[in-house]
Every structure is written in C-alpha cells, then in structure tokens.
C-alpha cells in the first residue's frame, strides 16, 4: 500500500470551491522519510536521505509543485477545477480535472463497497477491514493546544502531528484544499495508492482547529504498511528561485512543442511498471 502522505504530501469533494485569488503567496518545502530506514540508519550512524523532496508554491490563485528530483510539475488551477502535470524531460502535458478525479473516486468506493460486501472476485478477506477503514475512517482525535500537536488513532492507520498556528486563515484554507486534492490526485496516479479518506480527515481535524502541519508520521496498522514522517518548512514569501520556477512552469504551458496528450498516455509514458490511471 502506498503511502497516504506521498505525491502530494511531496503530495476530495466532488465540486472544487477554488483558493482565494487574494491569498498571500508562500511556500512549502517538504521532505518525507521511510521510518524504518530512518531506525536503521541511526543505529548504523549513517545520514537519513529523504525519500521524496517537494517545492510547493501558492501563488496568484495557483500551486505550483514540484519535485526536486527530475522535471515532473503538477499545477493545480482551481479556477478552472483542473490540474495540469508537465514532464519536461520527455515534453509531454496533460490535464485532468476536478470532475474526473471525483468520478473516478467514487467508483472505486462502490468497488471497494461491493468487495467488503462479498462480491468482489478475490478471495483476500484481510483487505477487508483496510478497505473499511479507507472507506469510512474511524479516527479518534487527541489535541494538545499548548504544542500544538494532535493525534488520530485509528483501526487502519495512526497519525501523529506536531503543527503551527499561521498569523492567516488564508494559509489554512489554501493549504489544505491543495492537499485535499493532492491527496486525491494521487490515489488517481498511483496503481497501489489508498483511497483518500484517512487523509482527508487528517485535513479536516487541522482545518477545525486553524493549524498547519510542520511533522506528520503516519503508521500503518496493516503489517509491513508504511511508516512514514513528513516535515514541513513554510515561508510566507517567495524568493526570486521560487519565481523562477514558476515562470518556467507558465512558459512550458506556453511552449508549442511541448507535447499535449491524454491523462492515460501521459501515465503510460512517463511512469515506469505498471502504474497507470485507475479507470
């Protein structure tokens, strides 16, 4: 099972409601680490290296996020309830919006309901409660305000998150309808990703309480699932890099070369294995 943090994290509802196009600028620098070899290099005295590191940038109604290894852009363009996904180094673009995701969403819920009610063709009964809790998270919250810091303890999956209090609410409604959405983006992208549901409500429980997340470790209930930890870095003003970046993201949009192809070819050539749109 993949990661809930990853992609997005890096990196749903049914109608996009947009960020604010009068909310400040700022960025988000994210690095996320496998636990387990996080462990296992402490007891070797060994550097940890981050398995994914993520520039996310919010600008003029926009998100702009990037990875920093290779030339893969996700842009998310509330307004127009659609994300467009460059690759660079291939010059390929694509778009998939807002409506298809959630429709693609919830047919993978009726298939996971119909599997939890005995009609799905495999035989695998323990994916069942994993399903369950993917479907309908059944969380119990624990809030520190003097941290402040929260956890969610549930049947599939336990989340442990140290945050920080933002002087805007702005930055909270901007960051976590982007993460809503990333989240979502990535069950779409990853064959073997997790319906959204847990971390949707691990974004709801922070959007209660006004918070951001600057650490978060999710660990799996399901035997050898993930164990991840994920840092956050905020600046609350782009520096002339970060413009940089995304100019270059607009003049690729621009660039007439650059290749526009279906959201399934553009999966099918730019990621390796089997990974491919689940439709």
């Given at each position: ?5 990853r ?10 409601l ?32 981050p ?7 919010f ?17 998310y ?8 996904i ?10 998939v ?12 819920e009726?298939?996971?309901q119909?599997y939890i009610?005995?009609?799905?063709k ?7 409660p ?5 479907l ?14 929260m ?24 960051y976590?309808e982007?993460?809503?959405?990333a ?8 064959a ?15 959007r ?11 660990q799996?209930?399901q ?28 003049n ?16 099918q050539r ?10």
């Amino acid at each position: 099972m993949r990661s809930l943090l990853r992609g997005s994290m890096s990196l749903a509802c049914v109608v996009c409601l947009g960020l604010q196009a009068s909310a400040q600028e700022f960025r988000v620098y994210t690095k996320i680490y496998d636990v387990r070899a996080e462990t296992a290099a402490k007891g070797s005295r060994k550097q940890s290296v981050p398995v994914s590191r993520t520039t996310t940038l919010f600008h003029a109604g926009k998100v702009y996020d990037a990875l920093d290894a290779g030339e893969r852009m996700t842009v998310y363009e509330p307004a127009h309830n659609r994300f467009l996904i460059l690759d660079g180094s291939r010059q390929l673009r694509t778009e998939v919006t807002t409506a298809e995701i959630s429709g693609l969403i919830r047919s993978a819920e009726r298939s996971a309901q119909e599997y939890i009610d005995g009609k799905g063709k495999s035989s695998d009964i323990g994916r069942v409660p994993l399903l369950q809790f993917q479907l309908a998270p059944d969380f119990t919250e624990s809030v520190d305000d003097r941290v402040p810091s929260m956890r969610l303890n549930g049947s599939g999956a336990l989340y442990e998150v140290k945050c920080v209090e933002p002087e805007s609410e702005e930055y909270v409604k901007s960051y976590l309808e982007y993460a809503d959405w990333a989240a979502r983006l990535n069950y779409v992208v990853h064959a073997h990703a997790p319906l959204p549901g847990p971390r949707l409500a691990l974004d709801e429980s922070l959007r209660r309480h006004g918070w951001l997340p600057v650490e978060v470790v999710l660990q799996s209930r399901q035997k050898n699932g993930p164990h991840l930890r994920a840092e956050h870095v905020y600046v609350w003003k782009l520096d002339e890099f970060d413009r940089k970046l995304i100019t270059k993201a607009e003049n690729e949009l621009a660039q007439p070369k650059m290749k526009e192809v279906d959201f399934d070819t553009f999966l099918q050539r730019t990621q390796s294995g089997t990974v491919q749109a689940k439709r």
